[in-house]
């Protein structure tokens, strides 16, 4: 039996649906479906159980699991009540990684580029306590991955019990298929696709730094299909252990984006750019780039998918199609 928390949200749901292909239908689900629709995200599934988060502590008692998929978190980096998202994302986490510690169980844990911060530290995934104390992430939730990652590495610096593997993943900007409840924190290709698709102006932010065009603003773009097969690749490589960056280590443009879809619809491209809005102009991020030289070293020999292949995919088979889900 296989744990997913967060198993309803984006890239959960794409994991148990990897699970599910690769005949595992043992797959037990944590999370809240509330009323954002995550549900479809499942309704093609097939899952031993559904566990709110506050039973999980009950559910996992006496049990015995093949491995603990650690997903589950409040992911919107404007969230503000740090109370709350230190009990979803730190303390959770904690109590998880103590009970797979005690019923040695591999544990595969989200962390997030957002504990990178601005990059001025760059984006190397050093797991040492030395190297990840020098990361300054700069907002709650970014902030709230770092204290898990640092907690786990100060226990492995110490040689204190861990899990049989613990890794932790360090996604970068991941965007797929059932990332459409998470409303202004999905991806801008999702989010302004039914515009592109109708004709209408699509709107990207302009640059307000010297040398860099409009639109030309770059992140580490990574579809979720790969991010799953690492996930996979690690439940099949149960000696890998340690913190890795998740990306396809190539930062492309919003503009780059936006020109893949258009060319995925056989259509012209209308993309107008606007003033970004002062609240965010002196802490945007103009570049993100995944180091992955840490996870090619520990065996992961799958390429990424390139961007305009991923957009392709993601428009062709999701996106323009009545039914965009897994």
Known sequence: MLLVTGGAGFIGSNVVAALNDAGRADVVVCDLLGHDGKWRNLAKRQLADIVPPAEL?????????DAVIHLGAISETTATDGDLVIETNFRLSMRLLDWCTAHPTPLIYASSAATYGDGGQGFVDDPSPPALKMLRPMNLYGWSKHLFDMAVAERS?????LPPQCVGLKFFNVFGPNEYHKGPMMSVLARRFDELRSGATVQLFKSHREGIADGDQRRDFIYVDDVVRVMMWLLATPSVSG????????????????????????????????????AIRDSYQYFTQSDVDRLRRAGYNAGFTALEDAVGAYVKDFLDRPDRFR
């Not at 502590?57 to 699991?65: D, F, Q, V």
């Not at 443009?253 to 020109?259: G, H, P």
Request: charged share 20%; hydrophobic share 45%; no cysteine.
């Open 57 to 65: 502590p009950a559910w996992l008692n006496g049990r015995r699991l």
């Open 157 to 161: 610096a110490r040689g204190a019990p």
């Open 243 to 278: 913190l890795f960056n998740v990306g396809t280590g190539h930062a492309r443009s919003f503009r780059d984006l936006m020109l893949a879809a258009y060319a995925a619809l056989g259509t012209r491209p209308n993309i107008d750019y606007i003033d970004m809005p002062l």
